[in-house]
């Protein structure tokens, strides 16, 4: 009798550790689903933007252009030089070298996913990636090249221009022109939207995630970083005043005042406001802000939250949303890095 209640016993108290497992086990896919669906009030993932009808002449066409230094007054630079396809879109640097080696005064963001962003620019002044495109060409820092005409006859000479801009613009009597230009670079910079993790994650698959990458995320939402950096792009969206809570410039040791968009509609009540930055592959886009001033991405998460939402974060919390920001990470395919002009 006392062998059959030992064994009864033993039989109940493994039954109960196995609904105790299940429970947990259950419990933790609530959580994970419970955090999918508010992450999804503030994001939306890459498959959920319409991109589909590019010409892909076009978009070759503006491959060339993308590569071609004679984009640039003496052909020492391309629009691949600060944002080179092979390092996310950037070039690593706080400041680019422009045709003459002159550095520009603003940080070069990457182009990757640049098309999500319903502004262009730090201080917003184009409208799209294909306004955008011709800023630095005609910038004489950046390309320097003189005024619109001179590009349009630089490459009207060029047979193979002549060739393609016919077969993509045949409407038009002359296709080589400025405006043409800008829309086939922009319409090959609409292609570079490579898929992340998290992007798997929001299309459902709540394992794309780790464990940390999750807590980071849940602290990314409810420190208010998504206040700003919410969307498609997390970010691209809005302007914002760097430093709500104190100068940015002390914080970051920034080597000089910038204004931001200011400098451009020279009114005080915008003073230091900046275009909200896209967080898409922000790990391998340093050094980070409108002045490159921080290398570390720790680092600008911890000013960012001290900053911009008044929030001191523990170490942890810091690590939590920066391993978080990794999981935004994408690339796109070789074959695209690859400039068409080489053999």
Sequence with gaps: MKKHLVLLTVLLAFVSCKKEQTSSSDHK???KSELLTKASTYFQPISSVENTNLDPEKVALGKYLYFDTNLSKDGNISCNSCHNLNTYGVDNLAFSPGDDGSLGGRNSPT?????????QFWDGRAKDVEEQAGG????PVEHNIKNEKELEDRLRKI???KEKFAAVYKSDKEPITFKNITNAIGAFERTLMPESRFDKFLDGDVAALTAQEQKGLETFISVGCITCHNGVALGGQMFQKFGVYGDYWQETKSAKIDNGLADLSKKDTEKYLFKVPGLRNIEHTGPYFHDGSVKDLKEAVRIMASLQTNVKLSQEQIDDITVFLGSLSSDIDDEVKKSPFES
């Design 159 to 161: 047979d193979m221009y």
């Design 29 to 31: 896919e609530e959580n």
């Design 111 to 119: 182009v990757f996913h640049a098309a999500l962003h319903n502004m």
């Design 136 to 139: 630095p060409i005609l910038n």
